[in-house]
């Protein structure tokens, strides 16, 4: 968790939100890293968004699925939890591997092909990391990566994007010990960079769009960190007061 002291300042030049446009349908063993250089041209500082629907694809989490049938995908999104918390109708809320609590577990059966579903990544701040390396060998430049997945939120309507995995971006702001704008200590605030990011860059990744990247750019050099996971941003049980 990176703490900063005092609160920072929005950058004076703002930020950008960028939609990376022309990748490829993405295949099993696909290079990411690869197809993003191609179609975009980084900056030193960016932060790279990719959906989790185009890593999962290029790991070859994809199973075969008829979509049809109910019960085969109440079966799938069992086999991909470690506890199912609530369920109502088709839907099935539950916790996975990665402590992740969301719908059917992740599993995904929008722009895939027909008869199959895409898995969330076993280990999406790896597959972030793999990224991320890539890209500062290809290029030369310190960036961030983020890997992606929409989500619901308790007690709220609609759906937003949030971080799954994250690289060389502080996932989490910890702002507990400086200042509010009266000079008052601040006593509980962490914020959630990389869902900040990540909700920010879904602004031009609609479901529609075609696009699975985005370069969120213009943040502040104290945003990017080496060893940040989003495995951070993951509320432990003994401090959940809702499980």
Known sequence: MTQVSPAPEVAAGGLSVLPVRGLPEVRPGDDLAGLIVACAQLRDGDVVVVTQKIVSKAEGRIVELDVS????????????????????????????????VCANSGVDLSNVEAGTAVLLPIDPDRSARRIRDALVFRCK??????????????????????????????????????????????????????????????????????????????????AFRESSVAEEIVRPPAEDLFR
């Open 141 to 222: 430049l310190r960036v961030g990566v983020i890997v992606s997945d929409t989500f619901g939120r308790a007690w709220r309507r609609g759906l937003t994007d949030v971080a799954i995995g994250c690289a060389g971006i502080a996932a989490i702001l910890d702002l507990r010990g400086s200042a509010d704008a009266a000079g008052r200590e601040l006593q509980a605030t962490e914020v959630c960079l990389a869902d900040e990011i990540a909700g920010a860059a879904d602004l031009v990744m609609s479901k529609a769009s075609g696009v699975p990247v985005a370069i969120v750019r213009g943040l502040e050099p104290f």
């Open 69 to 100: 049938d109910a019960e085969a995908k109440r079966r799938l999104a069992e086999s991909e939890a470690v506890r199912v918390l609530r369920r109502r109708g088709d839907l099935v809320v539950t916790e996975t591997a990665h402590g992740f």
